[in-house]
DNA sequence: CTGTTAGCGCATTCAT
DNA sequence: ATGAATGCGCTAACAG
């Protein structure tokens, strides 16, 4: 006879209409505070949980946000997930995750699919087209991370300024003659690196060598080492950390050392970055902290009311300056 | 005026009734291939899509399941729930996430918050009380992954395999005495493994040097370092990959070469170990199938009917011989 | 095989 | 400030 309790069983114990315990959740002030008081005690003594599904029901909203990532097994997104996820508990939502292992199809459908469900989207490193990406933000408030589309909303990285401190920092270290190994072309953020990478080296009037595109893992980061070679360089920008991270071990292999002889630098500052052995330098972007304020962001995007939300955030990047990066062989004596 | 299209817009559309539209999606073998056809061609024109709020609604159920991880930003997890989402999205159910952060308290709040928007849960590497889990599964079907506690589904490693894998490997590259370094005694796997340990190394007859207690982190291996160049052994077993790198990492800062000085043997084989230099031997633990088979086991508790699912699984663990374990320095040469 | 009726639990008019 | 009535979209009996 018990079932889950209802906002009638409530009412009942409370001795006031179902009406007004509904009221006392939604706009306390609207209810008398001493009755009030007697339907908090009832709701609290009888453990009354709101029913969601009803709420839905008849207000159209979930309590869940999604989440959706191209992979979960790359180093880069939890973090991301995680920060997402922690700010929504925060804010009272629920999180739906989506891993759409890099599947672009799957992913146009899986976030089709998942949009019906929640009450607003943060998508991380999305790879479906401008174009879709602005349809879906017609439907549904929509935070991007790591990918900039017009009109869109989107926590994104400084990746010009990561990528000009690694270029000042090879610089000042002596490397003129600078490789740049990069990630798939389908990939915003390998594209926006890339381009980047090739506008500061030529303003510092150092010499990039395009290494080529690879694989962003760690066996993609090793099949660039013989490129790598062949190229006569003193330094080696990489795409990201675990391309840098096989590349360096595979360099080792064929009997380089580095950083004594190539310079190699990452980009992410995964955790393990700090773990190997040496150290990776690297750029350390906000993975965290970036997945909070997409949700934060999204949240302010789903009021019903509320201010204009600020605009969307670029989050600082920096140079970690670890053991892969030393001065160049051939660079004359310091102080030059 | 159009709004989302409801089943009553479909039945208009293909002159029938909404019950029958109901039924054309929930038991299409009830109702006539000709009507089907009708209905299934207006809804599909319609792009009908029903109301999961309508439905949840009615029959109690949501479609979702819930995960619960002590720490994302643990390379353990990830793949774990990797392998529970996916298999979900193919059963048709989506996937709450939730991290609790390693907050013991959070996750009794947490779990019992999301238990309430969802049609099942998989804990990983709960830390919950057992009595709790044993409460938790009277409201909800549930499965444990890497916990186990009588009465509660779950999906469990062949911990002691993969310790007796290690015992005798290092057994057979003449190492005598051995260190073991715990994890955290709150640890329920932690503690699995350690007395594993025990048996194994006193079933073999070796000597079993306890190094003590570390937080499961890179520095937490490290930490272990100082006793473990105390205690006079050849090789160490560590509680986990994150710890046995951090480990490697220090004796290497000590001046100690690993493996020539000592051996080290991680456990769960991580992406990085592969990565690391040396490349880290340990125990392979098929996380990501562990993730999936958790999900279809969960699947046949929830089904209303079926008939008894098969018995929860215990995956078998595999010793993985890499760069970071030789034979004994002090041993006898081959042969003896 | 199909339609009719009823109601899941709740938020929201509109009265009072 | 509170209550009675209505319906969100759908499924589950029961008739026909």
């Given at each position: 006879?018990?079932g889950?309790v209802?906002?009638?069983?409530?009412?009942?114990?409370a001795?006031?209409?179902p009406a007004?315990?509904?009221?006392?959740f939604?706009?306390?002030?609207?209810?008398?505070?001493?009755?009030?008081?007697?339907?908090?005690d009832?709701?609290?003594?009888?453990?009354?949980?709101p029913n969601?599904?009803a709420?839905?029901?008849?207000?159209?909203?979930?309590g869940?946000?999604?989440?959706?990532?191209p992979?979960l097994?790359?180093?880069?997104?939890?973090?991301?997930?995680k920060?997402?996820q922690g700010?929504?508990?925060?804010l009272?939502?629920?999180?739906?995750?989506?891993d759409?292992?890099?599947?672009?199809?799957r992913?146009?459908?899986?976030?089709?699919?998942?949009?019906?469900?929640v009450?607003?989207?943060?998508?991380?490193?999305?790879?479906?087209?401008?174009?879709?990406?602005?349809?879906?933000?017609?439907q549904?408030?929509?935070?991007?991370?790591?990918?900039?589309?017009?009109?869109v909303?989107?926590v994104?990285?400084?990746?010009?300024?990561?990528i000009?401190?690694?270029?000042?920092?090879?610089?000042?270290?002596?490397?003129?003659?600078?490789?740049?190994v990069?990630g798939p072309?389908?990939s915003?953020?390998?594209?926006v690196?890339?381009?980047?990478?090739?506008?500061?080296?030529?303003r510092e009037?150092?010499?990039?060598?395009?290494?080529?595109?690879?694989?962003?893992?760690?066996d993609?980061?090793?099949s660039a080492?013989?490129?790598?070679?062949?190229a006569?360089?003193t330094?080696?920008?990489?795409?990201?950390?675990?391309?840098?991270?096989?590349?360096?071990?595979?360099?080792?292999?064929?009997?380089?050392?580095?950083?004594?002889?190539?310079?190699v630098?990452g980009?992410d500052?995964?955790e393990?970055a700090?773990?190997?052995?040496?150290?990776?330098?690297?750029?350390?972007?906000p993975?965290?902290?970036a997945?909070?304020?997409?949700?934060?962001?999204?949240?302010?995007?789903?009021?019903?009311?509320?201010?204009?939300?600020?605009?969307?955030?670029r989050?600082?990047?920096?140079?970690?300056?670890?053991?892969?990066?030393?001065?160049?062989?051939?660079?004359?004596?310091a102080?030059?």
């Open positions: 006879m018990s889950p209802t906002i009638r069983d409530v009412a009942r114990a001795e006031v209409s007004t315990v509904s009221r006392t939604l706009r306390p002030e609207k209810v008398d505070p001493a009755t009030r008081e007697r339907i908090l009832a709701a609290a003594r009888l453990d009354y949980r969601r599904a709420q839905s029901l008849i207000t159209g909203l979930t869940n946000i999604g989440i959706v990532v992979d097994a790359n180093p880069f997104f939890p973090s991301v997930v920060g997402i700010r929504a508990e925060e009272g939502y629920s999180a739906l995750l989506v759409t292992d890099e599947d672009l199809k992913e146009s459908e899986l976030v089709a699919a998942l949009s019906r469900q009450d607003g989207l943060v998508l991380c490193s999305a790879r479906m087209a401008d174009e879709d990406l602005v349809a879906l933000r017609e549904r408030p929509l935070v991007l991370i790591n990918r900039q589309v017009p009109g909303a989107a994104t990285f400084d990746n010009e300024g990561g000009a401190q690694e270029v000042v920092h090879l610089k000042a270290l002596g490397h003129r003659r600078i490789g740049y990069a072309s389908t915003y953020s390998s594209r690196r890339q381009a980047a990478a090739t506008a500061e080296l030529a009037g150092l010499v990039e060598v395009p290494i080529g595109s690879f694989a962003p893992s760690f993609g980061g090793r080492a013989e490129k790598v070679l062949l006569d360089v330094a080696v920008m990489v795409y990201n950390d675990v391309m840098a991270l096989g590349l360096v071990n595979q360099l080792t292999r064929y009997g380089i050392s580095v950083p004594n002889d190539i310079s630098v980009y500052d995964i393990f700090s773990m190997s052995n040496p150290p990776l330098t690297t750029v350390r972007i993975r965290e902290h997945g909070a304020l997409a949700m934060s962001y999204l949240h302010a995007l789903m009021g019903s009311s509320g201010p204009a939300p600020e605009p969307p955030a989050l600082p990047t920096k140079l970690v300056f670890r053991g892969t990066s030393v001065r160049a062989p051939s660079a004359p004596p102080g030059d």
